[in-house]
């Protein structure tokens, strides 16, 4: 008995000797089990990871692919769109009638080659014509001989200011605002009312868009039928005096002049010379000597 008790007391404590620092005693095969599934989920969990950032790399690059194409293909178009410099295109947001439009451009190559030349400093005049309808979206622009570039954007200004300062009670052309908008008038400052859209300043951009612009001396006239207006014409390209002689004249045989009134002589909007010193109430100072009076701009003659 004695013995065996020894015998006992010298068989070493298995958790005293691990923790002295010998050799782990070696796992069942119940733990061994559970630690091979345990790595074997970690390596599954780790190709799983790598296969899910491939296929978001994917996403991404497949995204900016599209985004890249899309960004070119809207590039290529708006390049090809300012190359073609056609500003006569037709758009949806003009609500004259096209040939309206057409008939009334007609008329600007009729005018322009008439014998008294409008008064003006070439001859043929040189011009820009644009017409707005009568909520101000830009429905043409056109050009003939080799006008001021500049003059374009002044065009399409001045049919927005007589289309936009005309109604069914009375009409004003630009020629008419000018007195009224200089210092010390009493419309002075109208010019910075409604800028002109710069975006728009390049050629063949700007149709169905409404670009704005306030310019107060002669060369626009609104555009009536039935005595409502249904929109501007503007002209530019000239002297003041002569731009306004060839709007009105094309408005007039375009058959779009039946103004319900105006300021201007026989009731018309017929421009107003200032007889002596700074013009006054609705008139224009004179630009040349040659320019033609109310009277004779009414007179067109033969071309």
Request: aromatic share 8%; net charge neutral.
């Amino acid at each position: 008995m004695h013995n065996g008790l020894h015998h006992l007391h010298e068989i070493p404590d298995q958790r005293d000797t691990f923790v002295a620092g010998n050799s782990p005693p070696a796992f069942n095969s119940h733990e061994s089990f559970i630690s091979l599934a345990v790595l074997s989920f970690v390596h599954l969990l780790a190709r799983s990871v790598c296969a899910v950032k491939s296929i978001i790399r994917r996403i991404v690059m497949n995204k900016m692919l599209t985004v890249a194409v899309a960004a070119f293909c809207i590039a290529s178009f708006s390049h090809e769109s300012r190359a073609s410099g056609d500003d006569d295109v037709p758009q949806a947001r003009c609500t004259l009638p096209q040939g309206t439009v057409a008939w009334v451009e007609k008329q600007l190559r009729v005018v322009v080659n008439l014998s008294d030349a409008n008064g003006g400093i070439f001859k043929p005049n040189r011009m820009w014509a644009a017409i707005v309808d009568r909520q101000g979206h830009l429905c043409s622009v056109i050009v003939t001989g080799d006008a001021w570039p500049g003059s374009r954007a002044i065009a399409i200004a001045k049919a927005y200011t007589a289309n936009g300062f005309s109604n069914d009670a009375l009409a004003l052309s630009t020629a008419n605002l000018y007195a009224a908008t200089q210092p010390g008038g009493s419309l002075y400052g109208l010019n910075n009312s409604n800028p002109f859209d710069a975006r728009f300043l390049e050629q063949g951009s700007g149709i169905g868009h409404t670009l704005g612009g306030v310019i107060t001396f002669g060369g626009g006239v609104a555009l009536y039928a039935g005595r409502k207006v249904i929109g501007g014409l503007g002209v530019s390209g000239d002297s003041a005096c002569a731009d306004h002689a060839i709007a009105y004249r094309m408005r007039k045989l375009a058959g779009l002049d039946t103004v319900p009134g105006g300021e201007g002589p026989n009731n018309t909007d017929n421009i107003v010379y200032s007889t002596s010193g700074s013009p006054t109430g609705f008139e224009h100072p004179h630009c040349f000597p040659s320019d033609l009076s109310a009277a004779k701009i009414e007179q067109i003659p033969s071309h």
